[in-house]
């Protein structure tokens, strides 16, 4: 048992898909008990796992702020606070009654589960005895084992018994760090964070790359970007934000380009410098919030000739998606109220009255060569400004810019 500094209760810990990942299962143990430990660093904790599950001491008054940072980590399916006594007979019903007296409920069921198979009652045994108990000493209830009000739920262990009653849903998923490095194009709008949490919930460590083109675009609108970022890093550990200074090339592309291509081109521009930047931090893949249809740029003929500028693969997580899917995602992953915030993109900024929808590659190709872009990509990369932005509450937000 644990020595005093530790309440009886403990965390436990239900891996996800983990389980149909047989050959991996090590592995994706392994990652996610690692940022489970990274997560919980400055907490007074002792983490263990085993191939089934992990288990989580904390201190009584951490409670609320490690759930919360539990309820962000993927590869966890649910969790469950439980207490925890010596696995003797006399330990367990002492605990399962006190904490039967101490909840509000008419209808109630016992589940013994006994992975201890030393454990002198066996468990449908053990059931009756501790249904027995409550029946007893608690007035006016019943056993309803189809809806109770109730679920106790009892493991008995080796050498300790967990007992809960309440299951709370993880994040689902793979744990980030399963999967190789991707860079997310995150604009200010609804549809890239939402791109950026579907990616890392399937296992992606992200780093993100931002365009803006000052005095065009305003720092509020860079402070936005930066805020959804800080969001998304709640679900990895940290997010490295590369800043494109993307003025020069959009304002060559509108003075020598025409003007229903000028989207197709920045776009074709945007993925090029994207490319060299994931190379140089060891992404191998992009990561972007295209709908299909939603504009003008994401008509399947647009997402052809734009796609056609990088041979690295593109992973659009939001593609099928309608926006009212995506929005309420973005809802539910708190990025929605950051998102709407109206400051102009520099997409936004530079709108040609009438976007080609089914742009040509051969004419794309032609227009962008009125300009010598390549030293200008160049540049670009060269100059990036890159910030780490982790969720750490006390990293001031003014200390970002
Ligand atoms: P979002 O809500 O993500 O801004 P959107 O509907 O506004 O999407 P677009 O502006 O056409 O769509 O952008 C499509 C995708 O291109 C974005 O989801 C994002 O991945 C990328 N993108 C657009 N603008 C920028 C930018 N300024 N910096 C980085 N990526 C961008
Ligand atoms: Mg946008």
Redesign the pocket.
């Known amino acids: 048992m644990r020595g005093d500094a530790y309440m009886d209760r403990v965390i436990l810990i239900k891996y996800g898909e983990l389980s149909t990942k047989k050959d991996n299962r090590n592995y994706f143990i392994r990652t996610l008990y690692q940022n489970i430990c990274d997560k919980l660093a400055s907490y007074e904790v002792e983490i263990d796992k085993d191939r089934a599950r992990m288990t989580i001491s904390f201190q009584e008054k951490d409670l609320e702020a490690i759930q919360n940072i539990i309820s962000h980590i993927f590869g966890i399916h649910t969790y469950q606070v439980a207490y925890v006594v010596k696995s003797e007979d006399s330990c367990i019903q002492e605990q399962v009654l006190s904490i039967a007296k101490n909840l509000p409920f008419k209808t109630f069921k016992i589940e013994v589960k006994r992975s201890d198979k030393t454990f002198p009652i066996h468990s449908q045994d053990y059931n009756r005895v501790l249904g027995s108990l409550l029946l007893k000493n608690i007035e006016n209830i019943s056993v309803d084992v189809h809806h109770p009000d109730l679920w106790l739920k009892v493991e008995i262990r080796n050498q300790e018994t967990y007992i809960y009653y309440e299951s709370y849903p993880g994040s689902g998923g793979y744990p980030v760090g399963t999967q190789s490095r991707g860079m997310l ?8 964070p939402v ?1 950026g949490y579907l990616a890392m919930k399937r296992g992606i460590t992200l780093d993100a ?4 083109a000052m005095p065009h675009t305003s720092i509020e609108a860079r402070n936005k970007v930066i805020r959804l970022c800080k969001k998304l890093s709640q679900y990895s550990h940290h997010i490295y934000l590369h800043i494109v200074n993307f003025t020069p090339i959009q304002e060559e592309i509108y003075k020598n380009c025409r003007e229903d291509y000028c989207i197709t081109i920045m ?1 074709r521009m ?1 993925l090029r410098i994207t490319e060299k930047l994931a190379k140089k931090n060891k992404c191998l893949v992009i990561v ?4 299909i249809g ?2 003008a ?2 008509t399947l003929d647009s997402i052809s000739v734009i796609n056609e500028a990088t041979m690295m693969p593109i992973i659009r997580p939001v593609a099928c998606f309608d926006k009212l899917e995506i929005m309420s995602i973005a809802r539910k992953i708190d990025t929605y109220d950051i ?1 709407i915030i109206p400051y102009e ?3 936004t900024v530079f709108v040609p009255k009438h976007p080609v929808i089914r742009p040509n590659l051969k004419t794309a190709m032609e227009e962008e060569e009125k300009f010598s872009y390549l030293p200008m990509i160049e540049e670009a990369v060269e100059n990036v400004y890159t910030k780490k932005i982790t969720d750490e509450k006390e990293q001031e937000f003014s200390e970002l810019l």
């Not at 194009?185 to 890239?192: F, T």
């Not at 790359?209 to 803006?212: A, L, S, T």
């Open positions: 194009m995150i604009s200010g709008g609804i549809d890239s791109a790359v931002y365009f803006e776009r945007m972007n919030g295209e709908s939603q504009v740029s994401q998102s993109d520099c997409c």
